[in-house]
């Protein structure tokens, strides 16, 4: 599933991040940030608007992603991978 | 190089404490808080080491990657190359890491490793670690990494003692790692693999920030806490500051009577002193304790953790009117001041989203506005309280800044609506874990701001205040003349002209000579209205009391209007200066300046005629 689609809360691994287009920069942005295959990644907080953005918890670090960008991830829920 | 001087570079992630770290290893007072993006350009000190070498260090800004993608990580990348012009290869670069944020921070360090320059890695923020329970195996990471490893506290005084040890120590010509060309994939492995040998991690290090954030982020709390706290601020700055203010008005007015009381009255040195110098020194002295208050909310706010916080909850408000959320940390910034906002705004990696925050930073009620609004308020709103617990003149103080930032967000829906690049820009914002604030770090800052508008009184206002009182001085009346003396002279002339321009929106003479020393600075124009009614007046001691003075002779529609253009008017030079040199254009000088003086004359005349209409 998609990381955006991820229930709060939930422990997931990180499975792929894809390019939105060719030459995607937010897509090699965020496999620097360390989204990459393997990560276990929870969302933590989603924002009062929309439920946009989304706070993804990864490693011990705390990023604020636009449900664009996080659509962008592919991840599986632990356990049920 | 020579044996006695070295060149050291500081690196890493934002936010990772490089800056901090910096000031420790050379007495330099940068300003450190706690979101990314901080140091957003090269800075440079020195300091001699217990061997007697002189060690030259550079801290530069934080980058996530040396895969650059924003111009703070270009710098980076280029310094450590040596590819930066005018800047030779630092013979060590000392990689900075956040040993509570390793998983992260570890992975820039392999790719600095791979540059096969002198690497010596820093652990900071260890104190941290530690109290989260984090044990880190500092021997088994050296080894696996294959350069030395120091733990640091960079916030705390001798923190750094380990680090200047060891670049002590250190001959600098540590052979070149070899140079391996992972993908990605590979170095986030390698990271792990180096975790997993060395840092024992219990289960509950999240517990505290998830429990905040609970409450923090929270849709309807979080949003609410936000706005209380805004509130707050800005209740707290006017009623606070009060007691300090009073006891600086009588005491500036005190030393006017006793330096003056020596000079005989009439004489020009006396008129100089008591109507140039102390009725402009006062008017503008009597406001640091409001701009110290709201610099000590900011900073407190930025060095918890929790500014990138409000960006997150206000992103998909901002993105809608063409912002991002990042927006945030500059925009506030620019409350206290435009300048460091917009300068801030280097850590905004998009160019588009940037040159927006830019153009909007100036609107941001910055400290300089708040001597004008002050004076305005206080004379003419009553001081009463308004359902038991808020006070009336706090209500305006708030709706004027609420002006400021609706108009900021107008403006910005505005450009994004007239731009034809429509595509997509990332957020991507770091949110750092909270800390307490370091008193010592939160009094250092005050302590600079209160330099920093100290010396503008001293310098820039009292210059041209005391310019301004021989331009209303001179030249002097005729014999037999019956109006007050500046009437004759080149300031009252100046005036008269002025208000043909100014009349539709309110302004008499006093207030149009005192904008145009007003243009380089917004506060220098309470200092120079002083100066204007003292020179005006018959009574000496009365410039002490400007409030009451423009109480008694203007209007309610003029201060209303008066209030109007100042929340728009680009009344600053240094502002106008800083777009052109963050921007290098002068079209977007004059885009800022033309859209803002456009705006401030409107809202002038809308509130003035509908002011005078209504009463």
């Known amino acids: 599933m998609r990381l955006s689609d991820a229930p709060k809360g939930a422990q997931a691994v990180v499975q792929s991040v894809s390019d939105a287009h060719p030459a995607d920069q937010i897509a090699q942005r965020l496999r620097d940030l360390g989204f990459v295959a393997g990560e276990p990644v929870r969302l933590v907080a989603r924002g009062p608007l929309g439920g946009d953005p989304l706070l993804i918890h990864i490693g011990s670090t705390r990023f604020a992603l636009r449900r664009n960008e996080a659509d962008r991830v592919e991840v599986s829920l632990e356990g049920a991978a | 190089m020579s044996a006695s001087s070295m060149r050291i570079a500081l690196v890493g992630n934002p936010n990772c404490g490089k800056t901090a770290l910096f000031n420790q290893l050379t007495g330099g007072r940068q300003k450190v808080a706690n979101y990314a993006g901080v140091t957003v350009e090269r800075k ?336 003419f709103i009553p001081d009463r309280a308004v359902w038991g617990v808020f006070n009336l003149q706090g209500i305006v103080l708030f709706v004027l800044y609420f002006a400021g930032i609706f108009s900021a967000l107008a403006v910005a829906f505005v450009i994004k609506r007239l731009r034809k690049d429509k595509s997509e820009h990332a957020l991507l914002m770091e949110l750092p874990s909270y800390r307490l604030p370091n008193v010592r770090d939160v009094a250092l800052g005050l302590w600079e701001r209160a330099l920093i508008f100290l010396k503008r009184v001293g310098g820039i206002i009292l210059a041209l205040t005391v310019l301004l009182w021989f331009l209303s001085s001179f030249p002097g009346p005729p014999e037999g003349a019956t109006a007050p003396a500046i009437d004759y002279s080149i300031a009252g002339r100046l005036g008269r002209l002025l208000e043909y321009v100014f009349a539709p929106i309110g302004f008499n003479w006093q207030i149009c000579i005192a904008l145009v020393p007003g243009l380089a600075a917004r506060e220098v124009a309470v200092a120079a209205l002083g100066t204007v009614y003292a020179m005006s007046g018959s009574d000496d001691s009365m410039a002490a009391q400007l409030g009451p003075v423009i109480a008694h002779q203007w209007t309610l529609a003029t201060a209303l209007s008066l209030l109007a253009w100042y929340v728009f008017a680009p009344q600053c030079m240094s502002t106008l200066a800083v777009i052109r040199r963050e921007t290098n254009s002068w079209r977007n000088v004059a885009v800022a300046a033309g859209y803002l003086f456009g705006l401030a004359y409107l809202g002038s005349l809308l509130t003035y005629q509908i002011a005078r209409a209504l009463s």
């Open chain 2, 44 to 379: 440079e000190g020195r300091f001699v080491a217990p061997s007697g070498r002189t060690l030259q260090v550079l801290d530069l800004p934080g980058a996530y990657s040396l895969d650059a993608t924003s111009p703070d990580e270009a710098i980076t990348r280029d310094v450590c190359l040596g590819r930066y012009p005018g800047e030779a290869v630092p013979d060590l670069i000392v990689c900075v890491a956040d040993a509570t944020n390793l998983r992260l921070h570890l992975r820039f360090v392999l790719e600095v490793r791979r540059l096969g320059r002198p690497v010596v890695l820093a652990l900071n923020m260890m104190d941290a670690a530690r109290r989260r329970g984090l044990v880190i195996d500092v021997a088994e990471l050296s080894r696996r990494l294959g350069v030395p490893v120091v733990e640091t506290v960079a916030v705390r005084r001798g923190g750094a003692k380990a680090l200047v040890e060891r670049i002590d120590s250190v001959v600098p010509a540590i052979e070149p790692m070899p140079v391996d060309e992972a993908g990605v994939e590979q170095l986030h492995a390698e990271v792990r693999a180096i975790l997993a040998a060395t840092v024992t991690t219990p289960r509950n290090t999240v517990a505290l920030d998830d429990a905040i954030d609970r409450w923090v982020l929270h849709p309807v709390f979080g949003l609410g806490i936000l706005a209380v706290l805004m509130f707050m601020i800005f209740q707290a700055v006017f009623s606070w500051a009060q007691p300090v203010m009073d006891a600086i008005e009588a005491g500036v007015a005190a030393l006017g009577t006793t330096v003056t009381g020596f000079l005989p009255e009439g004489s020009a040195l006396h008129s100089l002193l008591n109507d140039g110098v102390f009725a402009g020194l006062g008017a503008v002295l009597v406001f640091l304790p409001q701009i110290l208050i709201l610099f000590l909310f900011i900073l407190v706010l930025e060095e918890s953790g929790y500014l990138p916080r409000a960006a997150f909850l206000l992103d998909k408000m901002m993105f809608r009117v063409g912002l991002t959320g990042r927006a945030f940390i500059p925009l506030l910034s620019s409350f206290a001041c435009a300048i460091p906002g917009i300068m801030a705004t280097r850590s905004i990696q998009d160019p588009r989203d940037r040159l927006t925050t830019i153009l909007v930073a100036p609107l941001m009620t910055c400290s300089a506005r708040l001597p004008v609004y002050t004076l305005l308020i206080a004379a």
